[in-house]
């Protein structure tokens, strides 16, 4: 599928069709459609009876084995995702064997005698042995195979990786056109809509759990007021989710970013219905305080969805959070 948003991109790709590299970085923000586009990509490069626009004509053999997730000559590389003790989702990557398992493949001759396509979605998530090994097969492509790698950030790969790619920017929607996707797609009134579309930092194809908004919500509460007790409490019910420390990372990062702009006395980015509450917070804290917590949750980055002790990490943070208040009173 591509979204409205993106058509123009697939046009100035279609124009240079008979030009297609080994490998393409779709890159952009996170979700915007940009797997949705190298599935389409993919299924075109595939097709054997493509249209006009080079898109895929849906009827072909080829197309009716890749709708149905069972073409033989299309490799999907996604993260493993392994389970904790406590059952929550930690640990994401692709892993080198997954990168080798298509290794062999490679080598031999399509199934259905045209291209291969690789997708590896999202590229960031291999890890360093896994990244080494496709680097290895993007310095020496095999023949006739395509690899198509969408990345939500890309700095975090590999340069080596990007210079053998060529890359194509895939922009967020304008924010009338996102608004309206999203009033369609999900309902309820504008006014939500803007809140969960600031949140989301425009991009409108996010999906959350229902127990989530409730979840934030009451993080926002405890940050807006923020007491001991209210910190511990709020540690044990976000542990009783069981949610990895990323998505806490992920809601505290936007509340700083939302504070050091009221600091300046710059509206909010994430949590405009906040926007009181982020003026009273911030100054009440000091900058420096606030960027040296920044840090903190920016060193916890990588541990985000590892088997950490989440409970006593969110204690943690809450705790020093709520320190940054008494160091200004100071």
Known sequence: MIYPWHRNAW????????????????????????????????QALLCEKPQADHSACGHCPSCHL??????????????????????????QQIKIDA????????????????????????AESMNLQAANALLKMLEEPPEAVVFLLVSHQR????????????????PLPAHEQALAFLRE??????????AELAFHGGAPLFDEPEDWA???????????????????????????????L???????????????????????????ARADALSAAAAKAAPDALFGFADRLNRLLPYGRHSLNVRLQ??????EYLMLFQRKKR
């Open 99 to 122: 990168v080798r398992a298509i290794l062999e493949p490679l080598t031999h001759s399509s199934l259905r005698g045209n291209r291969r396509v690789v997708m590896i979605a999202p």
């Open 214 to 244: 409730p979840l934030r919500r009451q993080l926002l509460d405890f940050l807006a007021a923020p007491r001991l007790l209210a910190a511990l409490d709020y540690a044990a019910e976000f542990d009783r989710h069981k949610q990895p």
């Open 155 to 170: 700095d975090r790969l590999l340069p080596t990786i990007r210079s053998r790619c060529r890359q194509l920017a895939l």
């Open 314 to 319: 969110t204690e943690a943070l809450l705790s």
């Open 66 to 91: 890749f709708e149905q997730d069972s073409h033989p000559d299309f490799y999907l590389l996604e993260p493993d995702q392994t389970e904790g003790e406590s059952g929550a989702r930690r640990l």
């Open 185 to 194: 797609r999900r309902g309820g009134g504008e006014e939500a809509a803007e």
């Open 11 to 42: 046009r100035q790709l279609a124009e240079h069709w008979q030009q297609q590299p080994n490998a393409w970085l779709l890159a952009g923000r996170e979700n915007t459609g940009k797997t949705e586009f190298a599935r389409s990509l993919a």
């Open 246 to 272: 990323a998505l806490l990372l992920e809601w505290l990062h936007k509340w700083l970013a939302d504070m050091a702009l009221a600091q300046h006395r710059l509206p909010p980015l994430y949590y405009p």
